[in-house]
């Protein structure tokens, strides 16, 4: 996967404010795309929020990767307790409209 090393991941994390100490390791790790399985192009992990418009995620294609602030998805829910999950401006499809897979 293009993930960035751990290391990396835990600085950009620091960086923003975060004690990874108390992040599941496992998570860190593991590259997960959070996007809809069958998008194309970028595939994209969060990582932590930053404040409440400001979100890091990490973006990867193949070996390539970049660390981004972006702000959450504000699309307007059917229900109170959807929210999407996404960042402004991610592949179709929110995050309370897929099913509970993740493409690689």
Avoid: K
């Avoid at 969060?46 to 193949?62: A, M």
């Avoid at 504000?74 to 897979?101: K, Q, R």
Wanted: a negative charge.
């Amino acid at each position: 996967m293009g993930r960035p090393p751990l290391d990396e991941v835990l600085r950009q994390l620091r960086n923003a404010g975060e004690d990874p100490a108390e992040l599941p390791l496992c998570e860190l790790r593991t590259a997960v795309c959070e996007l809809e399985a069958e998008h194309g192009g970028t595939h994209a992990g969060y990582l932590c929020e930053i404040d409440p418009r400001t979100q890091l995620w990490v973006r990867w294609q193949g070996d390539s990767h970049e660390f981004v602030r972006l702000a959450p998805c504000e699309a307007p829910a059917d229900s109170s307790d959807d929210v999407c999950h996404l960042f402004t401006g991610h592949a179709p499809g929110h995050s309370w409209e897929m099913a509970e897979t993740s493409c690689d």
